[in-house]
């Protein structure tokens, strides 16, 4: 069963990751953490989430992955089942993340 989730609390924020280019293609790795107890259900792991406040901060390396540890353990989230047409690349638009 798929499932989405969001923060309860409206707004922006980021999602760690690292620009890594090797002979000229680029690729980006994801960061990730232990999952809080409402994504631990579904997953052992989550994103690194970056607080909207200390975006720049990171895109400038004035902060490393020690201080956003626990930006998404912090965070209140919500989350609700979805329709498996979210894995059909032929479907896209606000409907695949309706309630199933």
Do not use: C, Y
């Not at 499932?3 to 707004?11: E, I, K, L, Q, V």
């Not at 792991?45 to 975006?55: D, F, G, K, N, S």
């Not at 901060?57 to 956003?68: C, F, H, M, P, T």
């Amino acid at each position: 069963q798929p499932f989405a989730f969001m923060p309860t609390t409206p707004g922006l924020f980021g999602i760690a990751g690292l620009w890594e280019s090797v002979g000229g293609a680029g690729s980006v790795i994801l960061m990730t953490v232990p999952a809080n107890e409402m994504v631990a259900p579904v997953h052992d792991r989550m994103p690194l989430v970056i607080p909207l406040a200390e975006t720049g901060r990171w895109l400038k390396a004035e902060i490393g992955v020690s201080d956003l540890l626990g930006s998404a353990q912090a965070m209140a989230w919500r989350r609700w089942p979805i329709s498996r047409a979210i894995s059909d690349v032929k479907k896209e638009g606000p409907e695949i993340m309706a309630p199933a």
